[in-house]
């Protein structure tokens, strides 16, 4: 941090600032369509403010409030990729700059246990102190991303991988508003080795949309992850985490999509004009970690879901697997530096894929026709401490079949960050 913070005031006042540089040159595209990644070469710069305030209202009692901003936009204006190359960028750049709201949040800890664990304060947790048995509720505006398929070597898009699908499961379609904010309930049990989370959350009204639904009766979604910790090599910590979700909204049918076309209803497939009020998708993750010595982790994912209705509101995949290490510069005597390896792999359901192939558009993909691949990348970072709260980092990613379009690519998109926090 730029300036030290207090481990005793029950007041929190902290923010960052993330400015992401990326390019990638001309690539071969045999063609393009209109939710392509454009094949002349090009340059994009994000940017993210975020203030963190908080306060202890009672010692089991918290409330939480950060602003945001975001600005600038990504290559192609984050399309084309199932896997976007910088997960700050909204999905919708003509929002603009204007502040809003990220999180509001209070959070409530029921004690089931007079032992105490250590905790580390953080903008989102204040509490350094902790019943070891205990259920936490919390309820508000918040990410679900926040909490569930947390990984400590692949979530944070500050100091980390920038993949949308390096940093997150690509096969959880968590419920979201397009900056990736919900309101939700959640409830969690912890215990000294283990835990399982489960929230309720709004869905936005259609894919990819700004606009949440309160109905719940129409549209909600049901997310629980079972997490365990313990030191599954010896005297080496890691965790494993199962996940589930099921989604009901407002969503189209790609095989509906596709039939009306085929039938000539339709003049290209359009899976928004197919539409309706309860359906579902669901899927299930896994998410592990695994220290393997003291400056080198291993990590990996998995995430599969239904593909028969349209994909509505992180990206779209229907199945990914993702594995990698991050590493510390303890290693080399900077302990504040890391380094981190992912290789990922997406896909997509076999509606999905003849969806695409005939010409429909989802809210990320559409390149017009569809030569299918699986979408392969690799992303490496490098992160330096500079000062204080002042990071610089760089990082390279390469992407075979972008979109899932063996016609199209590869790409190299090399990056610059600088982050700060304070």
Sequence with gaps: MLFPHSESSRFWISGQANFVFQAHPHFPAAYSGPNSLRRTGEHATSRLLTLYTGIELTHTTEFLFDPESTGGRGISDALGLAGFTNLDVVRNPDLGSKPYIGRLMVRQIIPLSDQTVSATRNPLALFTKLPARRLELRAGKFSLADFFDMNSVGTDS?????????????????????????????????????????????????????????????????NIEFERRGNFLPHRAGVVRVLSYINHGDMGSYREAIQAFRTGADPVPDVTAHRRQGRIKYGFGGNFEQALTGWLTAFGRWGWNEGANESFAYTEVNEAIEFGAGFSGNLWKR????????????????????????????????????????????????????????????DLQHINNPGYNRARGPVIVPGLRLHLEF
């Design 158 to 222: 500050h100091l980390q991988f920038l993949n949308w699908t390096a940093d997150n499961n690509g096969g959880y379609d968590y419920a979201a508003d397009t900056r990736g904010y919900t309101y939700a309930a959640m409830i969690e049990y912890d215990d000294r080795s283990w835990s399982v989370r489960f929230a309720e959350a709004l869905m936005p009204k259609v894919a990819n949309g700004l606009a949440l639904d309160w109905d719940l009766r129409r549209a909600r979604s049901e």
């Design 335 to 394: 302990k504040l530096d890391r380094a981190g390896v992912a290789v990922i792999s997406n896909g997509i359901s076999s509606d999905h894929r003849l969806y695409l192939a005939l010409g429909g558009s989802g809210f990320l993909l559409g390149d017009g026709a569809l030569s299918y691949g699986r979408e392969f990348i690799v992303e490496s970072y490098y992160t330096a401490h500079l000062w204080r709260g002042l990071f610089a980092s760089f």
